[in-house]
Nanobody
Framework: QVQLVESGGGLVQAGGSLRLSCAASVGTLRVYVMGWFRQAPGKEREFVASISWGGSSTYYADSVKGRFTISRDNAKNTVYLQMNSLTPEDTAVYVC?????????????????WGQGTQVTVSS
């Protein structure tokens, strides 16, 4: 079992950057595939990015490809989401999640553990 805590959200102007962190307060992240999801007001939760156990394999939603980078430091028990060139359309609550297998890593229903989320607001 693992408990996840996100941090790093905030208010940023369009074109700016933020780095989100997801740390395990209980358990170890090294045995989990990790994902970031986001949910904007009035919209469904959507996949943002995922990363394999060792970090060698990553996958991104088309909407963030080339702007966001997911990474992990298993020694620090932390996963990161570097977000660059932010636009108002990126405004959402960002949540990290963990799962045992890499199969269907874009589907939120396959994840076992979720954090509480961190708010990202991008002003125009």
């Amino acid at each position: 079992q693992v408990q996840l805590v996100e941090s790093g959200g905030g208010l940023v102007q369009a074109g700016g950057s933020l780095r989100l962190s997801c740390a395990a307060s209980v358990g170890t992240l090294r045995v989990y595939v990790m994902g970031w999801f986001r949910q904007a007001p009035g919209k469904e939760r959507e996949f943002v990015a995922s990363i394999s156990w060792g970090g060698s394999s990553t996958y991104y939603a088309d909407s963030v490809k080339g702007r966001f980078t997911i990474s992990r430091d298993n020694a620090k028990n932390t996963v990161y989401l570097q977000m660059n060139s932010l636009t108002p359309e990126d405004t959402a609550v960002y949540v990290c999640a963990a799962k045992r297998t890499v199969v269907a890593a874009t589907q939120d229903t396959t994840y076992n553990y979720w954090g509480q989320g961190t708010q990202v607001t991008v002003s125009s």
